[in-house]
């Protein structure tokens, strides 16, 4: 992968992360780096919530996100499927970092189109964007993490090869 700021950002902040990190994205289809570093924050005892949507407006994606959001799962994630299509992005971590704008948490986003955020490294701010996402999270419903038929997880893994295209 090319080098990509708000990657390098999000995943050294996985690291360090020491109670929480926050997420609403509209697609995820993280590359293993960033992925990893997020089970592993859970596997630490961080905790991890993320908020995408049940459906969101490109099928593929979805299909392209579910190795990922089982992974998550299984590492102990609070993984949350919101009713509509939430088209907002946001990243919070601990008191420290909360990151909005224009990036989703794909590897189109991060490392080929031209994306920005907004870092915020106040406490007002970080509180108001927390509460947003306590606020889409709510609303949303658990994701359940099952295993798919055979021939699903098959085209999963198919649709996630080109993933980077997505």
Not at 24 to 30: E, I
Not at 51 to 62: C, F, I, K, M
Not at 97 to 113: I, Q, T, W, Y
Request: hydrophobic share 50%.
């Amino acid at each position: 992968h090319a080098d990509d700021t708000v990657h390098a950002l999000l995943v050294a902040a996985a690291y360090q992360a020491r109670e929480r990190i926050l997420a609403v994205t509209p697609y995820f289809v993280p590359d293993e780096a960033l992925l990893d570093a997020w089970c592993m924050a859970c596997r630490r005892g961080v905790r991890v919530s993320l908020v995408v949507p049940e459906q969101s407006n490109h099928r593929l994606a979805d299909w392209a996100r579910e190795r990922a959001l089982r992974r998550l799962h299984e590492a102990g994630a609070q993984v949350l499927l919101s009713g509509g299509m939430v088209h907002a992005k946001l990243v919070v971590v601990d008191g420290d970092l909360a990151l909005c704008g224009s990036v989703n948490l794909d590897g189109r986003s991060l490392f080929l189109n031209y994306e920005a955020m907004t870092a915020f490294y106040g406490g007002a701010e970080i509180d108001g964007l927390s509460r947003w996402h306590a606020r889409q999270a709510e609303a949303a419903g658990v994701y359940s993490g099952a295993r798919p038929a055979w021939w699903r997880d098959v085209a999963e893994g198919m649709v996630r090869a080109v993933g980077f295209q997505l």
